[in-house]
């Protein structure tokens, strides 16, 4: 049965102009990106996303990170999507991330990770909801 989970391209590699690079990484991986915008989050908009770590010492570190640049927000689909892609992406430290994910290939540190992905099925249909309540996702 097909699923969908949710991606973001981070700022760090919208920045170094990779994202089709891990576009290329995504759809190898047999992903079919359903639904895909660039947009520039402000900073309110990067705080409520990430309003589930507000109390988290990284929070506001992260907040303005993925507010300083452009991101591309994703809606990904494929069976077994949202356990599919966390293993794609690797582990949020790239030094931890195994060979042949995004992170091991593009992530400048753990705060300059290049990725963001669901990381359950209620998870993914909230960031969906949240980045995608404008249009309706074919496909």
């Known amino acids: 049965m097909l699923e969908r989970t949710f991606s973001i391209i981070k700022p760090d590699a919208t920045k170094r102009n990779i994202t089709g690079e891990i576009n290329s990484?995504?759809?190898?991986?047999?992903?079919?990106?359903?639904?895909?915008?660039?947009?520039?989050?402000?900073?309110?908009?990067?705080?409520?996303?990430?309003?589930?770590?507000?109390?988290?010492?990284?929070?506001?570190?992260?907040?303005?990170?993925?507010?300083?640049?452009?991101?591309?927000?994703?809606?990904?689909?494929?069976?077994n999507a949202v356990a599919d892609y966390r293993k794609l992406m690797g582990a949020t430290n790239p030094e931890n991330a195994e060979n042949g994910t995004i992170r091991?290939?593009?992530?400048?540190?753990?705060?300059?990770?290049?990725?963001h992905g669901s990381d359950a099925h209620e998870t993914a249909a909230v960031e969906i909801k949240f980045f995608f309540s404008d249009v309706e996702i074919v496909g």
């Open 104 to 115: 091991k290939k593009f992530a400048i540190s753990i705060d300059q990770n290049s990725v």
């Open 25 to 79: 990484m995504i759809e190898s991986a047999g992903f079919t990106i359903v639904a895909q915008k660039k947009i520039k989050l402000t900073i309110e908009q990067a705080k409520k996303f990430y309003e589930i770590h507000k109390e988290r010492p990284f929070y506001n570190d992260l907040c303005e990170f993925l507010s300083s640049a452009p991101v591309i927000v994703q809606v990904l689909e494929k069976e």
